[in-house]
């Protein structure tokens, strides 16, 4: 059975402690577009390394606290 890479995020729980930021505050912040902070929030897309170092950056903490991946099973 294939294993499937699945990357996790905390940015609404980060966005949430930084004074309710906006999706749109972040975008501003790092460069992108709302929709794609939305996408990435909602873990229907994963961010380039570079945007998700500038995303972390933005919050002031480190990559590991804002992104995590967990390898599952494909069939599920």
Not at 1 to 10: C, D, F, G, T
Not at 34 to 42: F, H, L, S
Not at 58 to 72: D, H, L, N, T, W
């Given at each position: 059975?294939?294993?499937?890479?699945?990357?996790?995020n905390?940015?609404?729980?980060?966005?949430?402690?930084?004074?309710?930021?906006?999706?749109?505050?972040?975008?501003?912040?790092?460069?992108a577009?709302?929709?794609?902070?939305?996408?990435?929030e909602?873990?229907?897309?994963?961010?380039?390394?570079?945007?998700?170092?500038?995303?972390a950056?933005?919050?002031?903490?480190?990559?590991?606290?804002?992104?995590?991946?967990?390898?599952s099973?494909?069939?599920?």
């Amino acid at each position: 059975m294939a294993k499937k890479l699945q990357i996790k995020n905390n940015i609404r729980r980060f966005r949430f402690f930084a004074n309710e930021m906006t999706q749109k505050q972040l975008a501003e912040k790092v460069g992108a577009s709302r929709q794609t902070i939305v996408a990435i929030e909602a873990g229907k897309y994963s961010p380039s390394l570079e945007l998700a170092f500038r995303i972390a950056d933005a919050f002031g903490v480190e990559i590991g606290e804002v992104f995590s991946y967990e390898m599952s099973d494909k069939d599920k």
